[in-house]
């Protein structure tokens, strides 16, 4: 029988981390000028990676970064530097200047990095995921948060999937003024993720 209880308590908890209403406008930012074909390949590739590595999370927890050596608070301080430069390229238009000197199929593809890593599987769902699983051990729960992690997939990539829709509405000068804004708030958002790894090593408070 299903647990309504860890339906409800994991499908809120990953729909407000990994927040696919917030992620949009940054894929709609980082996929400006696409075709529509190249976008959705995109859109789908990015999802799939990203379910793909939240339930390698849910089902070996914090044994897969134990095993490489990796302590969460060091991936936290990692995923915030990679984001750090993610962030400067978007406030600095660096990805908009490589497009115009290169071909279509020469475009730097953001599936895997930063879209799949660390903006949907980020350091937040991982954790999120890593406690949902510890909490519901054994395999009929595991399974059943899988399940809703896999949903909330579902609303991230139908989201994504409208983002052609989402960019004609707001159009080329739209578009650079919530790229800079994103930018913004993806450098606050690194350096929280820097600090938080920190914080956990003892190095702020």
Known sequence: MIDQAVVITSFVTLLVIIDPFGLTPMFVALTQGMLPARRRSIAIRSCLTAAFLLAMFAAFGETVLGFVGISMP?????GGALLFLTALDMLFERRSKRREDKTEDETPDPSVFPLAIPLI????????????AEQNPNADDLILVIGVMLAVMVVVLTLFLAAGMIERLLGKTGINVVTRLLGMLLAALSVQFILDGLRDFGFAS
Request: proline share 6%; hydrophobic share 65%; charged share 5%.
């Open 74 to 78: 060091a991936f936290r301080v990692a």
């Open 121 to 132: 599987a980020g350091p937040g769902s991982i954790a999120s995921i890593i406690l949902l």
